[in-house]
């Protein structure tokens, strides 16, 4: 069994299931995600436990095929033991480091402006490939914040992806609180209605990038399935459920979503949510006809002027195609 799967609760049965103390499950977590420690290290634990874990779980990390720094950003592609590929990003921020992590290989949703999106999606990620990416990354530097938008629709692996969130937020594990992660979904309202399933309050961030069904259809697939009318008022549900502010994501495409007026469409359809919108700047890739957006600071005032929240996201890993919708981990 891939021990970087298994939530604390799991562990704690499967001692329980062979007659041992469920407290070893303890001893484990923070002995191998706290302390960093080898199994023959742990003086806590007896011989005869330790050969029961080694025996019966791998502790396998990905290959790291290549990496990329720029001095803010690290970007690796990462291999795993079937030899399928992602890439996963590290930003240096002045207060800590957060690591932006992939959740399937390559993604089915098809979003026009992204990279990922070019590429079909070949398989979900387990909850262990997803863990093993932070501690494979966190040989670079400290992670203080974790953002799971890389590569893939995180709800759409949605049972591992709860897995992930519980090994992260564990205590006696990585110990992540929820103000520290961070999820981001293009909408999938099923997915988001089951968030509740997972026992973590993160961050959530939903990849708008367009008011309208008309506009939005058009750069994102996922819209002729769940329109705009409808994911709002599951975002204000989920809002009001856990009194959570919502960051809302979008891209500035020169010429297509960036007018003054959509500014307008914008700021209407969110009023009254407890909310943001964090504008993108677009990152340009080899295969994509879009630009990047001459009008954001008006677009950015006029948001401003209808009294929405709104920032611009800081750009890291231009320069190695690290940025936002850059990620591809294309190989032969």
């Known amino acids: 069994m891939d021990f970087y799967g298994m939530t604390f609760k799991a562990l704690e049965e499967y001692f329980e299931l062979r007659g041992e103390n469920k407290a070893k499950a303890k001893i484990l977590f923070k002995s191998i995600y706290r302390e960093n420690l080898k199994i023959e290290d742990i003086t806590e634990l007896s ?30 592609l990462l291999s795993f033991s079937d030899g399928d590929k992602v890439e996963t990003v590290i930003m240096k921020h002045d207060y800590g480091a957060g690591l932006c992590v992939s959740t399937q290989v390559g993604c089915s949703m098809g979003c026009s402006f992204c990279q990922s999106g070019k590429l079909k999606r070949r398989r979900n990620l387990t909850a262990g490939e997803m863990t093993a990416q932070v501690l494979f990354m966190r040989q670079y530097c400290e992670i203080k914040h974790i953002s799971i938008m890389g590569i893939g629709e ?23 609180g929820g103000k520290n992660i961070t999820l981001s979904t293009c909408g999938l309202i099923p997915q988001i209605e089951r968030l509740s399933e997972i026992n973590c309050q993160f961050n959530l961030a939903v990849s708008l990038h367009a008011p309208t069904d008309e506009l939005r259809s058009q750069i994102m697939p996922i819209n002729k399935k769940y329109g705009v009318a409808e994911l709002i008022e599951a975002v204000k549900e989920y809002s009001g459920n856990y009194g959570k502010r919502i960051a809302f994501e979008y891209i500035l495409l020169d010429g297509i979503n960036d007018s003054t007026e959509n500014a307008v469409q914008l700021a209407e359809l969110i009023k009254g949510i407890n909310c943001y919108v964090n504008l993108i700047p677009y990152n340009e890739t080899e295969n994509s006809e879009f630009k990047r957006s001459k009008n954001a600071d008006i677009f950015f005032d006029t948001l401003k002027k209808s009294g929405v929240n709104a920032i611009f996201r800081r750009e890291f890993g231009t320069g190695i195609k690290a940025a936002c919708g850059q990620l591809s981990a294309e190989y032969d």
């Open 47 to 76: 011989d005869r436990t330790k050969r029961l874990i080694k025996e019966n779980f791998s502790f396998t990390l990905p290959i790291e095929t290549t990496v990329q720094d720029d001095g803010t950003t690290v970007k690796a």
């Open 154 to 176: 995180p709800l759409d692996n949605f049972e591992n992806l709860k897995d992930f969130i519980e090994i992260l937020s564990c205590p006696y594990g990585l110990a992540f």
